[in-house]
């Protein structure tokens, strides 16, 4: 992840992101809830605006942490007036096996190759408790070369079988569109990734477009941190 381009795009990319959010986070919310979690992670945060307004109101502890400077100054914005959400400009900040849930909305897809995938997703299980419930939101890798409400890519689907493909998004914002570059990662090399970094994979729920796209335009991930002797 090229954190100076994601400076350089911050505030339209943050702009572009909150609104396409908005359906998404209010589907998540919910399976969350279920959950009925103490404290929450929120791993690739943003600007601030899913923990302090989604997750705030309904759960007791946020901490939220994105690796972006420019982002997470925008966070430190948003959340200054909220008690219970913590904006982490370090994860050597967090609190490790203290978390019992961690969210993941839109990272996954932004990371370049295999390695850097591992190495986020064995921080994330380093950050649950045992048995913790991590939820990890991509845009569905079996639909990329659909066309969405929020969102349209330049994916080639019959580049699916070959991760670590890179394609372009862009994010069709009210406002403005952004464009940004993704990597392709199969469902067979998500799961094969989870399972290396320590994880059950619990359960996958499918989220509908408002549009008359062709499949869901997003995937949640639900995966259970495993115990040292499973």
């Not at 914005?77 to 994860?91: F, G, I, M, Q, S």
């Not at 570059?181 to 469902?187: A, F, Q, Y």
Request: hydrophobic share 40%; with cysteine; net charge negative.
């Amino acid at each position: 992840m090229n954190y100076n381009q994601w400076n350089e795009i911050a505030e339209p990319y943050c702009t572009a992101r909150e609104e396409e959010g908005t359906e998404l986070f209010n589907f998540l919310l919910p399976k969350l809830k279920e959950k009925a979690p103490n404290r929450i992670f929120d791993f690739g945060g943003g600007n601030g605006t899913f923990s302090a307004e989604y997750l705030a109101p309904n759960f007791r502890y946020i901490d939220s942490f994105d690796p972006c400077p420019a982002i997470t100054r925008a966070a430190l914005e948003t959340c200054a007036a909220v008690d219970n959400v913590n904006v982490l400009a370090d994860l050597n900040f967090a609190k490790w096996n203290t978390y019992d849930c961690v969210t993941m909305n839109a990272v996954w897809m932004c990371l370049k190759d295999r390695t850097e995938c591992l190495g986020v997703l064995k921080n994330v299980n380093r950050l649950l408790v045992e048995n913790g419930t991590f939820f990890a939101v991509v845009t569905h890798p079996c639909f990329r070369d659909s066309k969405f409400s929020t969102y349209i890519t330049d994916f080639d689907a019959t580049n699916y079988f070959r991760d670590g493909t890179r394609f372009n998004v862009d994010l069709l914002g009210n406002k403005q569109r952004v464009r940004i570059r993704d990597t392709h990662w199969s469902l067979g090399a998500m799961s094969e990734q989870l399972v290396l970094s320590g994880f059950n994979i619990e359960q996958l729920i499918e989220m509908p477009d408002e549009s008359d796209s062709v499949g869901p335009p997003w995937l949640i991930i639900v995966a259970i941190k495993r115990g040292a002797n499973k």
